[in-house]
């Protein structure tokens, strides 16, 4: 298979690897996958310069070192690149907050322990986590449509808080109860987000895990378990 020269320019993105030039001979199937995932990552790092609405499928291209032969060979557009790269980013988010939690036996020390997953990747993450939380709000109606699934998705972790609670704390909590904490949780990191202080995301565990304990083991509780 041979190299294309559109696709290796002076210099690539520090965190992408870079392929030899002429016949490497590597599997086909390992260089499209690392087309894709410089694309996924271009565009991650288009919509944190530009936003989604000014990002084009040039600058993606420029960000990822591809030509846009190489784009199209893997996208239509750049609304079906961003739905992948949102897909990705909430992959990862779940599976890092999965392990977070079950790694504990207690469901609050669970929680906790996935809410500090969640802020250490997006802290960590900042181009994506702009993508996932803010941009993909305005991406459009697919995107859109993955966004509100993948915070369902999020929402069987607090729903096990009510197992064994009292009568008069199931009482207390609606229906809507554990979809409007993550709401809450999403509007502040997302907050925090577009004021560029994405690197601060991690700050905000102690009020975060207290609001979100406090309706199932009660303020004092909560606010115990958060400080820990």
Same mark, same amino acid.
Request: proline content about 6%.
């Given at each position: 298979?041979?190299?294309?020269?559109?696709?290796?320019?002076a210099e690539y993105p520090p965190e992408l690897s870079r392929l030899p030039p002429g016949r490497h001979g590597l599997p086909r199937d390992f260089v499209v996958h690392n087309q894709r995932e410089r694309l996924i990552a271009g565009l991650a790092e288009a919509v944190a310069e530009k936003g989604y609405g000014g990002t084009t499928i040039a600058d993606i291209t420029r960000?990822?070192?591809?030509?846009?032969?190489?784009?199209?060979?893997?996208?239509?557009?750049?609304?079906?690149?961003?739905?992948?790269?949102?897909?990705?980013?909430?992959?990862?988010?779940?599976?890092?907050?999965?392990?977070?939690?079950?790694?504990?036996?207690?469901?609050?020390?669970?929680?906790?322990?996935?809410?500090?997953?969640?802020?250490?990747?997006?802290?960590?993450?900042?181009?994506?986590?702009?993508?996932?939380?803010?941009?993909?709000?305005?991406?459009?109606?697919?995107?859109?449509?993955?966004?509100?699934?993948?915070?369902?998705?999020?929402?069987?972790?607090?729903? =096990? +808080?009510?197992?064994?609670?009292?009568?008069?704390? $199931?009482?207390? %909590?609606?229906?809507? /109860?554990?979809?409007?904490? @993550? #709401?809450?949780?999403?509007?502040?990191?997302?907050?925090?987000?577009? =004021? +560029?202080?994405?690197?601060?995301?991690?700050?905000? $565990?102690?009020? %975060?895990?207290?609001? /979100?304990?406090?309706?199932? @083991? #009660?303020?004092?509780?909560?606010?115990?378990?958060?400080?820990?």
């Amino acid at each position: 298979m041979t190299f294309d020269p559109a696709d290796a320019p002076a210099e690539y993105p520090p965190e992408l690897s870079r392929l030899p030039p002429g016949r490497h001979g590597l599997p086909r199937d390992f260089v499209v996958h690392n087309q894709r995932e410089r694309l996924i990552a271009g565009l991650a790092e288009a919509v944190a310069e530009k936003g989604y609405g000014g990002t084009t499928i040039a600058d993606i291209t420029r960000h990822a070192a591809v030509s846009r032969r190489t784009f199209y060979e893997h996208f239509d557009g750049k609304d079906e690149c961003f739905v992948a790269a949102f897909d990705t980013v909430t992959e990862q988010l779940r599976e890092r907050v999965e392990e977070a939690y079950q790694a504990e036996d207690d469901w609050a020390d669970g929680i906790r322990a996935g809410i500090a997953a969640m802020l250490a990747f997006l802290s960590s993450e900042p181009n994506l986590a702009r993508l996932g939380i803010v941009e993909a709000l305005v991406a459009g109606p697919v995107v859109v449509e993955r966004y509100d699934a993948a915070v369902q998705t999020f929402l069987p972790y607090l729903e =096990a +808080g009510r197992d064994g609670r009292p009568k008069k704390v $199931l009482d207390r %909590l609606s229906d809507s /109860t554990e979809e409007a904490l @993550v #709401g809450g949780m999403v509007s502040l990191i997302s907050r925090r987000i577009v =004021a +560029g202080q994405t690197d601060e995301l991690e700050s905000l $565990l102690p009020d %975060l895990v207290e609001f /979100t304990l406090a309706p199932y @083991v #009660g303020n004092d509780e909560a606010a115990r378990i958060a400080r820990a």
